[in-house]
């Protein structure tokens, strides 16, 4: 329940967790041929997917363990505050679903107060790409038929 308090901030946000413990998800098959979430295509084709906000957390998210390898603690209200998406807490505010939403596409993992992040996100899914706008289905049509060749030649691939 969200209770008044002095200063800038009308409200004090109360989440499921009021600290996350970030660390690195290592998937050696995703941080060969993975996108960085800060990638051009994350910022084109998963963002329809994921959503503006869970995209954005999965930025800083990447960003956070790059500078910090091991992990970080990571305090759900300042980084409500800090994304913009809002400081109602609960399961239901915006800074919750984002965190979900990263968990049920498969970029986190989420165990209590422990999170884990994949460094890096997959190419989507052709049932994902089905779900894209025409023109984007089209433009990740076009962007996939440049990788083929690239991913095929890779050492160790199949052509």
């Not at 970080?72 to 979900?100: H, N, T, Y």
């Amino acid at each position: 329940m969200s209770t008044q308090v002095e200063g800038p901030q009308r409200h004090k946000a109360t989440f499921p967790e009021e600290q996350l413990h970030v660390r690195l998800w290592h998937d050696p098959v995703l941080e060969d041929l993975g996108h960085d979430p800060r990638s051009p295509y994350v910022e084109r084709f998963w963002v329809s997917i994921l959503g503006p906000s869970a995209t954005l957390l999965l930025r800083r998210l990447a960003l956070g363990l790059e500078l910090e390898p091991n992990g970080f603690a990571l305090e759900c209200a300042a980084w409500a505050q800090e994304l913009g998406i809002g400081m109602r807490g609960g399961k239901s505010g915006p800074f919750w679903r984002a965190v979900d939403r990263t968990c049920r596409f498969g970029a986190a993992q989420r165990s209590g107060a422990n999170l884990a992040v994949r460094p890096k996100l997959p190419p989507l899914t052709m049932h994902q790409v089905a779900r894209l706008p025409k023109h984007l289905q089209a433009s990740h049509q076009a962007w996939l038929a440049k990788q083929l060749p690239r991913i095929s030649s890779k050492p160790g691939r199949v052509a």
